[in-house]
């Protein structure tokens, strides 16, 4: 028996997609950049995301739990490294080792999968406890970070600041945390009663970060940001349970986009970096960045394809080219 989907999660995946992409664009803004935002919180439901569905993935043993995880995320970077390659944005002599692995985030996230097993096999009854040694650690190491004393510093989020990958663990915490919680059952919540908190959170976490760029004595103080980046994330579940995202969701259509491109997160944020670009920025705007993401998805695809294609390679059964090309 296939298991039962979950709506929200899957609106997530849909959204982070277009989330991610669109804090990348910003060459794809003539005038106005700063619209080119929401990187950590499509980060954040990346993660969110898997750990709410590894909740029911850690059943068997470390190894065989660990190769369903590298099976499931390397043949992506493979398949990424070598469409740059071949598009020659990437040198083979200037490939690292770092490069090959994915990158620090995907680096982090394999090193997630780890603690995050182990949480289930031991602490399961006990997970949600596990915020509040995290929460000490996250303080501790922030204390003593030197980032946030520095000037011309961008944030606690930005790609050269490593004090984010021991937040961004919560976001996976959180992620196992609501499928325990929720049992994966599907629960329509109105939509308004979800908006008002999530745009609050927004308003707090956006303006606290502007607050500290235009005046830097209070960059110190921008780990503040992350409960509201924490409520972000929450509220954003909920509201992708309402009536309204169902209704969406269970049309014909909208099933269908939403799993398609929900289905290409991984492999957009591992492809993106390679293809955006200011060529299309003739078009008035906002067709260059409609233009931008549309090749963004189809090069997404084009790229699962040859991972599922990596990954059966390795297999002893026959092909299965449906599952291949599949759009799903």
Not at 157 to 165: A, C, D, E, H, V
């Amino acid at each position: 028996m296939a298991k039962e989907r979950n709506i929200n999660v899957d609106i997530l995946k849909f959204l982070a997609v277009f989330i991610i992409i669109n804090s990348h664009a910003d060459i794809c803004y003539p005038r106005y950049s700063f619209l080119a935002t929401g990187g950590a919180v499509g980060d954040a439901i990346f993660l969110f995301c898997s750990g709410f569905t590894l909740w029911h993935s850690t059943k068997s043993d470390f190894f065989n739990y660990y190769k369903r995880r590298i099976n499931r995320i390397y043949p992506s970077v493979f398949a990424s490294l070598l469409f740059a390659i071949i598009l020659g944005k990437q040198s083979l002599a200037t490939l690292t080792i770092e490069r090959c692995l994915g990158d620090s985030f995907v680096i982090a996230i394999m090193v997630y999968y780890i603690l995050l097993f182990f949480l289930h096999k031991y602490l399961s009854a006990k997970i949600g406890w596990f915020f509040i040694p995290l929460t000490i650690v996250i303080l501790a190491v922030y204390y003593f970070f030197p980032y946030k004393y520095e000037t011309g510093i961008k944030g606690i989020y930005g790609i050269s600041t490593p004090f984010r990958w021991i937040p961004y663990f919560g976001f996976m915490l959180m992620g196992t945390w609501m499928a325990q919680r929720k049992a994966n059952t599907i629960i329509a919540r109105h939509l308004f009663l979800d908006i008002l908190p999530l745009l609050s959170c927004l308003i707090f976490f956006y303006g606290l970060q502007f607050i500290a760029k235009v005046y830097p004595p209070v960059a110190p103080f921008q780990i503040a940001t992350l409960p509201f980046l924490f409520g972000v994330i929450y509220f954003l579940y909920q509201i992708c349970g309402s009536s309204f995202a169902k209704r969406i969701y269970e049309s014909k259509y909208g099933n269908a986009i939403i799993l398609s491109i929900g289905g290409l997160c991984l492999e957009s944020y591992l492809i993106q970096l390679y293809l955006i670009s200011d060529k299309f920025n003739f078009f008035l705007f906002p067709l260059n960045l409609v233009i931008m993401v549309a090749i963004i998805l189809l090069a997404s695809y084009c790229c699962r394809c040859l991972a599922r294609f990596f990954s059966q390679t390795f297999r002893t059964e026959d092909y299965e080219w449906r599952k291949i090309f599949s759009l799903r």
